[in-house]
């Protein structure tokens, strides 16, 4: 039994997308969490030991942060061809995208979105790095593994939609995101959430 704690309108709005992509039969539990802006707040329901989303429940088992809830999703449902088998030769660069997400990317973004990069040279320049190297991806493209849709691209491109208007101006990214948007299993997610489109998604 597959259960996934989902707060709309979050950062768990992605392995939502995921689940739908999968067609994993998955149990939505909506609750609330604490919001950067104040409002909302932590919620007894949900089991991730800091209140946040997602928080996967698999037969007991406990599976928190958005990267390790992908692996462990594709990990599971490997017919669905999301993600990359142990021992094939895609793994180490799926595992690193994976990693490279939540470790160098987001936290480049932010500091972008945030204006920090616009005193800090080195975090200007840190965010540079991060949109050159999926820009990179995206010219050899259509998806950042190459030809295969994966895992990957939820989880990367649910955040560059989200900070859209805070990416260099490059018809790659856009015709990425229209790419995205068009995806049945992503529409599919977003009626779950109550969203209505990829730029609202987090």
């Not at 793994?91 to 204006?115: C, D, F, V």
């Not at 030809?147 to 018809?171: C, H, K, N, T």
């Not at 997610?189 to 209505?196: F, M, P, Q, S, Y």
Request: charged content about 20%; overall charge negative; hydrophobic content about 45%.
């Amino acid at each position: 039994m597959l259960t996934l704690f989902h707060a709309p309108q979050s950062r768990s709005t992605r392995l939502l997308w995921l689940v739908e992509e999968i067609g994993a039969d998955c149990q939505i539990e909506y609750c609330d969490i604490r919001r950067m802006d104040g409002s909302g707040g932590a919620d007894p329901r949900n089991p991730h030991p800091d209140g946040k989303v997602p928080a996967l429940i698999h037969d007991g088992a406990l599976i928190t942060e958005s990267a390790a809830v992908a692996l462990y999703l594709t990990d599971l449902f490997p017919e669905a061809g999301l993600g990359a088998a142990i021992g094939s030769p895609d793994r180490g660069r799926y595992l690193t995208w994976l990693s490279w997400a939540a470790g160098e990317m987001e936290p480049a973004m932010w500091g972008k979105i945030s204006g920090a990069a616009e005193t800090d040279p080195a975090l200007a320049q840190r965010n540079d790095q991060a949109m050159d190297r999926l820009l990179e991806a995206l010219w050899s493209g259509p998806w950042l593994m190459g030809e295969r849709f994966s895992a990957v691209d939820i989880m990367i491109g649910s955040s560059l939609g989200w900070g859209r208007q805070y990416l260099p101006q490059s018809p790659l990214f856009d015709l990425y995101l229209e790419r995205l948007s068009a995806r049945p299993a992503h529409a599919r997610a977003l009626t779950r959430d109550g969203i209505v489109s990829l730029g609202q998604a987090a």
